[in-house]
């Protein structure tokens, strides 16, 4: 019997040494991978954790990348996510420094507890490049009595 199982075992020796190669060099190329010019997120960012928050800045403001990312200098079909030249990019790296703070200040319970984030982008902008500073008018408001 024992004589049966080790063939079987060098099979899937085989099969582990050769999927292991196949992911090393897609592994490698994850690492290799390094934002040139983060001065508020970690320098160290995967590449899909920096594209999930890129994404969620995009849609919490409705606007595009360029919104914030200045075009290249070589090529303007292009966008220079490093360059610093869209005044945009520093004003979302202060924004990001505030909402970070309101929710290390005003939500460390929710922060510790859960992990999450009370106050987003999105909790102020709802989809909008300047947040309302008040609530849209709502016509035909119903009567109170007595006013
Ligand atoms: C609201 C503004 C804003 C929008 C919209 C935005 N970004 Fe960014 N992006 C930033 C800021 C700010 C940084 C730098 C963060 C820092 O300094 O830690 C950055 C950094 C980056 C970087 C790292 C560049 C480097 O090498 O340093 C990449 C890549 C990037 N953004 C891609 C995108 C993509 C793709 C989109 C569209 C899906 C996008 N961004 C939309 C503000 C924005
Ligand atoms: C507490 C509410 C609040 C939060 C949270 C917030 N913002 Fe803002 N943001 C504002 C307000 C208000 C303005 C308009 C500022 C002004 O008066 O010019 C603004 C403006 C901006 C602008 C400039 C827009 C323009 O048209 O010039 C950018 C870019 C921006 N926010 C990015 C972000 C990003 C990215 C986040 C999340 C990291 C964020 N904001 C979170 C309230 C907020």
């Given amino acids: 019997m024992k004589y049966q199982i080790k063939p079987f075992l060098f ?37 899909k954790a920096l594209d999930s928050i890129m994404h969620d800045y995009r849609d919490a403001l409705g606007v595009k990348c360029n919104f914030c990312h200045a075009k290249s200098a070589t090529d303007s079909t292009k966008l220079d996510f490093a360059s610093d030249a869209n005044r945009k990019k520093n004003f979302a790296r202060y924004m990001m420094v505030m909402t970070d703070s309101i929710n290390n200040k005003y939500f460390k319970r929710q922060l510790q507890r859960h992990g999450t984030f009370s106050v987003t ?15 849209p008018m709502i016509e035909k408001m119903p009567q109170k009595k007595g006013e």
């Fill in 121 to 135: 982008c999105a909790t102020c902008h709802r989809g909008e490049e300047e947040p309302a500073v008040a609530m």
């Fill in 11 to 47: 099979i899937i020796a085989i099969i582990g040494c050769v999927s292991l190669a196949a992911t090393v060099p897609q592994q490698k190329q994850q690492q290799d991978w390094k934002a040139k010019n983060l001065k508020v997120l970690p320098k160290d960012i995967s590449k």
